[in-house]
């Protein structure tokens, strides 16, 4: 099959469904603070365009420090594991911890502890905590799938704990972890939305706070508006994790190969 | 005759109570080729790991000739590392000596051809056919000039014809490089080629 219609059918299908909804908003005369139509949140856009964009900066920037901070604390502590049973019996079940407890009940909390001026580090810390885990698992998971033969032959020939590290564990590692980056990426986003509606209105200036201050004050449009902002960040966000797992696998590994044939 | 490297009552049990085996004594000489033969479970890999130094014997010893000597060692599975390709594989050994990158390719390089993978320093693993990926696995092994091969079933996951030609191919490189070679092949009724072969019997058998 050839690859355009990957990318053309779901377009496609947007497009109709939009066309869709517009039709039926207006036909059934829908209110705009129950459904707006596309129309209406075009034109939100263009209204807000300023507010809109500054609250994806902010945002955007939360994300990628959250996340760019949670692979190089879950890659390090992952390599700590594999090398001290002792370190990781320690800590691992706190990671666990960590990672189940519901964000928005620490929130506050976490707000409280930064001080209310430190909005943003709060955020950032929140968005930490959830985007954390999958990394430090599946590197966990992927130090410890590297070939045992491989690993005798290493020894065979002399190699020390770096050099086992460094030649066969951290690239034998590479396809889980960015496979728990993609996941990560979008938890990172969601982790730091969802702080911001925990955090309360009038304080944060990221999407989050767009989304619930234009919905306290009933123009639904631009709430949509937000919302598909944000979308569009998420699906951005995995596209470019998407593209960089390609890059860095598709020579070897069977999950980036092309069928041939 | 002086030994490279022997076992002297060498016994080995597995820490879930399995005896691999039992007072065992072998000794190799230099420039010997020594097929072990038995059927699966008597213990020839074992053994093997243990020359290699791979697994400790839980009684005995092993004893080397003075200046210990440059091992290689053939799994029966290629082993090779999937994201780099053939000339990284076969430039191993060398890298983890430290001999710089230069040399270390032109000796990997040359192992690459000697084992008839001319043309193929660049292709990746999974674009190698299994006989490929096992002649890979042997340059590394004889990249790094050893003097004892030891090599456990490396033909067996391979057919038949392919497994005749690696064999001569073998015998050649033995006999060019002034090896000693160990040799664990797939078990099988056919006489082998070996000047001399240990045979040994599962203890339960």
Redesign the interface.
């Known amino acids: 099959m050839r690859e355009w219609p990957k990318y053309v059918v779901p377009v496609a299908l947007g497009a109709l469904v939009i066309g869709l909804w517009q039709f039926l908003v207006r036909h059934y005369d829908v209110p705009v603070f129950v459904l707006p139509a596309p129309s209406d949140i075009a034109n939100a856009f263009v209204t807000d365009f300023s507010t809109l964009m500054s609250a994806l900066w902010t945002t955007f920037r939360i994300v990628v420090i959250a996340f760019a901070l949670a692979v190089v604390s879950g890659v390090l502590l992952a390599v700590l594991f594999s090398q001290s049973r002792i370190i990781e019996y320690a800590l691992y079940p706190y990671a666990v911890i960590l990672q189940v407890t519901p964000i928005v009940a620490i929130a506050p909390l976490i707000i409280i502890w930064v001080h209310y001026e430190n909005i943003d580090l709060a955020l950032l810390i929140l968005a930490w905590i959830v985007a954390f885990f999958p990394i430090l698992a599946n590197t966990t998971l992927g130090l410890r799938s590297a070939d045992f033969n491989l690993i005798d032959l290493l020894k065979l020939y002399g190699a020390s704990r770096w050099q086992i590290l460094w030649r066969l564990q951290l690239p034998s590692t590479l396809p889980y972890l960015l496979g728990a980056m993609k996941v990560s990426g979008g938890l990172a986003l969601i982790g730091s939305v969802v702080a911001e509606f925990a955090a309360g209105t009038g304080t944060a200036t990221g999407l989050g706070w767009t989304i619930t201050e234009a919905g306290n004050r009933l123009h639904i449009a631009t709430m949509f508006a937000a919302l598909a902002i944000l979308a569009a960040l998420g699906v951005t966000i995995f596209a470019v994790l998407s593209g960089l797992e390609w890059l860095l696998l598709h020579r070897w590994h069977e999950s980036a190969l092309k069928k041939e044939g | 005759m002086a030994s490279l490297v022997a076992l002297k009552g060498v016994s080995k049990t597995f820490d879930n109570g399995t005896l691999a085996l039992e007072r065992v004594d072998l000794a190799v000489t230099k420039g010997e080729f020594v097929s072990l033969l038995g059927p699966s479970g008597c213990g020839k890999s074992t053994a093997l790991r243990i020359l ?3 697994l400790t014997p839980s009684d005995g010893t092993v004893e080397f000739a003075p200046g210990k000597p440059e ?1 290689g ?1 053939v ?1 029966q ?1 290629p ?1 090779l ?4 390709p053939a000339l990284t594989n076969a430039r ?2 060398l ?3 430290g001999i710089n990158r230069g040399e270390a390719n032109d000796r990997a390089a040359r192992a690459l051809k000697r084992v008839g993978l001319d043309g193929f320093e660049k292709s ?3 674009e190698l056919s299994g006989g490929m990926k096992m002649r890979v696995s042997i340059a590394r092994a004889i990249a ?1 000039e050893p003097e004892l091969l030891l090599m456990d079933e490396p033909f067996a996951a391979l057919d038949e014809m392919t497994r005749q030609t690696l064999n001569d191919d073998l015998l050649k490189l033995w006999e060019e490089d002034a090896l000693t070679v160990v040799f664990v092949p797939v078990a099988s009724r056919k006489r082998s080629r070996s000047r001399r072969t240990a045979s040994a019997r599962p203890a339960t058998a």
């Open positions: 290699a130094g791979l091992i060692f799994f599975e082993t590392m999937p994201w780099g191993l050994p890298d983890l000596k990746f693993p999974r790094a």
